[in-house]
């Protein structure tokens, strides 16, 4: 089971704070709560291949860490990002790439 969501209320609470409550209660406490429907790992890897394919780039680390917690490999992220290159773009795919590196510790 995942931790309870606060970005929203952490980051936007204040400012945004409907929008605050779908993200933490709505988004991550209804939707990302249905393992039974969908297993968090497969949740992660169609998120972070989203984000990846609308080159949504400033989310992709935090998703990619909450991936990496939810069973996603290096190898896996790594097939991932090589397999959406032929689909979504060889600029998507090398940018993703950097970010992977960083949150799974590649040094080259």
Known sequence: MMAKQTAGHDNLGDFAPKFA?????????????????????????????????????AQLKAHMTIGKQNGITQS????????LSFYVGWPKAWSAFGIAKEVYGATK
Request: glycine share 6%; aromatic share 8%.
């Open 76 to 83: 896996e992220i790594y097939e991932m990002i090589t397999h």
């Open 21 to 57: 409550e779908l993200n933490d209660d709505v988004l991550f406490g209804e939707v990302w709560s249905r393992t039974d429907k969908l297993s968090a790992h497969d949740r992660s890897m169609i998120t972070i291949s989203a984000l990846i394919s609308g080159g949504n780039f």
